[in-house]
């Protein structure tokens, strides 16, 4: 396990420590000072300073230091991936992909994009024909970002890119489960000679949150409805911008026509990829009745043949470990509940005993309906329950029965119709025939819809929500004194009143009155 540098300062050292363990072995990786709503309020006014040199580059010098992020990342990719998997216990294979290799995607796609995203937009100046208008992007200000422990990496580095680009300072503070891969984050970017106090970050749990959501000028908050709604709360306080990308349930729905191996296979895959710890995890699926039986026997062998565990290479596990014994119990009490009621496992249903660490056994669960918490919360772990519906319709009412409204997949050979059932579903993002893949689509906006949040990711949408839009007039005539100015004559009225004749009547006849 590489060290992570971390310099507590004099202050801190009295403070509370963050103890973070790897979640597959139950072995203690570091300690990590947590900072006082005092050591937020400190670094909110170092970052401003820096932030006013910043905002002063243009779009296209700010990428200069994207791309240098994206070399370094590149050459610094196992170290990365080292302390991500350390503290998450995921497979190896999973931090490459969606926290490393995201990164350096997304890096190289806003630095290309910077000048087309920010520079001022030329606008009609309407009927005001002697002046020039356009819009300019300018930055918030300190915006500060919170983030949760899943992808500790993708969804710290993913808000931290865009929010610099844009020319704010930021403060990240990562979830406390997780905070080596926020800290990294903030080497990277001090590596890359990003200018000091420019990107903070700040570890602590949620009183360290709650500090930046009252001294940063904006918040991008990834995590739970609960608490995006105490931040958002907090944050009206103080009317500040609030981005919020909190929870999902997305339901997966599977037609009679549907290639079914691919749809089993993109069910597995969905549902115990992350050890079922994505925002957009299958969290239930509903099957046309003459597909189910076949599906459901696909679904299962494909399941078990899983391998889980921990394993320091590449390629010799599928399904790591929860990361948080928390969020074990809640997908156990879910589980054990339903099963209560009378749905009934088909494979796995309980903690992998013979794992030392957090793992809890891939679990396909059938025989369940909307009456369970199993169907109607989110899980956020390796369970896909699978419910039998009598026809499209049934599936897309069932699909649309949810506070939540993130992700969704519809699986059928008809694409047409595919496409004609996605539009029906209430969600941010919607797939046919492919499931997760849309948040890799970094040129498209994510998020969600209902009580999944509010703001989106990625793309102009992903710049832009960092981005305070200031228009700007100009005057090109000079003339001594505009028309509608003082002194007001009945002349100017009468103008006016002609101007509106020939402009907007719509058969108005007569001689003004
Ligand atoms: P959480 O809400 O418990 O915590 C998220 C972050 O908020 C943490 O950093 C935490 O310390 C901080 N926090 C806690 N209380 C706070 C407060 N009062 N004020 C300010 N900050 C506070 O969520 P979690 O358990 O870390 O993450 C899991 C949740 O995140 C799931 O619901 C999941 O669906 C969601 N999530 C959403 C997305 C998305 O893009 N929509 C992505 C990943 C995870």
Not at 102 to 114: E, N, Q, S, T
Not at 195 to 222: K, N, R, S, W
Not at 228 to 240: M, N
Not at 471 to 489: H, N, Q, S
């Amino acid at each position: 396990m590489p060290t992570v540098e971390v310099v507590p300062q004099q202050d801190q050292i009295r403070a509370r420590m963050i103890t973070v363990k790897n979640p597959a072995s139950g072995e203690q990786v570091a300690q990590v000072p947590v900072s006082s709503a005092l050591d937020v309020q400190e670094a909110v006014a170092r970052a401003r300073r820096a932030g006013a040199g910043w905002r002063e580059l243009s779009p296209k010098e700010r990428a200069g230091y994207l791309l240098a992020a994206r070399d370094w990342l590149v050459t610094h990719d196992q170290e990365v991936v080292e302390i991500i998997c350390a503290e998450t216990g995921k497979p190896r294979s999973e931090a490459l992909l969606a926290e490393v290799f995201y990164g350096c995607d997304l890096l190289g796609f806003y630095a290309k994009r910077a000048s087309k995203f920010l520079r001022d937009e030329p606008h009609s100046p309407g009927l005001l024909k002697t002046k020039r208008v356009y819009l300019r992007y300018a930055p918030l200000g300190v915006v500060g970002i919170i983030s949760p422990w899943n992808y500790p990496f993708a969804l710290t580095f993913g808000e931290v890119v865009p929010a610099l680009l844009a020319g704010n300072a930021v403060i990240l503070k990562p979830s406390e489960v997780t905070p080596l891969s926020g800290l990294l984050v903030e080497r990277l970017w001090r590596e890359c000679g990003l200018p000091d106090g420019l990107m903070q970050t700040l570890a602590g749990y949620g009183e360290t949150g709650t500090a930046l959501v009252d001294h940063c000028d904006a918040i991008a908050f990834t995590g739970s409805v609960a608490t995006g709604k105490k931040v958002a709360q907090r944050a009206a306080a103080r009317l500040i911008p609030v981005l919020l990308e909190l929870g999902g349930k997305d339901p997966m729905i599977v037609l009679a026509d549907a290639d079914l191996e691919r749809a089993a296979n993109g069910a597995v895959w969905g549902a115990f990829s992350n050890a079922g710890q994505i925002c957009i995890s299958v969290e239930r699926v509903y099957v046309e009745a003459s597909a189910y039986e076949p599906f459901v026997a696909k679904v299962v062998e494909k399941t078990k043949r899983l391998r889980q565990g921990y394993h320091p290479e590449y390629g010799q596990i599928d399904v790591g470990a929860m990361i948080r014994p928390e969020q074990l119990d809640i997908v156990d009490s879910q589980v054990q509940e339903a099963l209560a009621q009378g749905a009934k496992a088909l494979t796995g249903g309980r903690r992998n005993e013979a794992l030392a660490g957090l793992f809890y056994q891939p679990t396909v669960l059938v025989n369940v309906d909307h009456s369970m918490r199993i169907m109607r919360e989110e899980t956020f772990g390796p369970v896909l329950p699978i419910m039998r519906v009598r026809d499209a319709q049934e599936a897309l009412r069932l699909a649309n029965d949810s506070s939540y409204g993130l992700n969704a997949s519809v699986w059928t050979r008809n694409k047409r119709l595919g496409q004609r059932l996605a539009a029906q579903v209430e969600s941010g993002s919607v797939c046919v025939n492919d499931c997760l893949a849309n948040y890799l689509a970094l040129d498209v906006p994510f998020g969600g819809v209902k009580q999944s949040g509010l703001g989106r990711r990625h793309g102009l949408w992903g710049i832009r929500q960092f981005c305070q839009p200031q228009t700007v007039l100009v005057d090109r005539a000079g003339l001594k004194r505009e028309p509608i100015w003082f002194p007001y004559t009945p002349r100017t009225a009468r103008l006016l009143r002609r101007t509106m004749r020939l402009l907007f009547r719509r058969g108005i006849k007569g001689k003004l009155r």
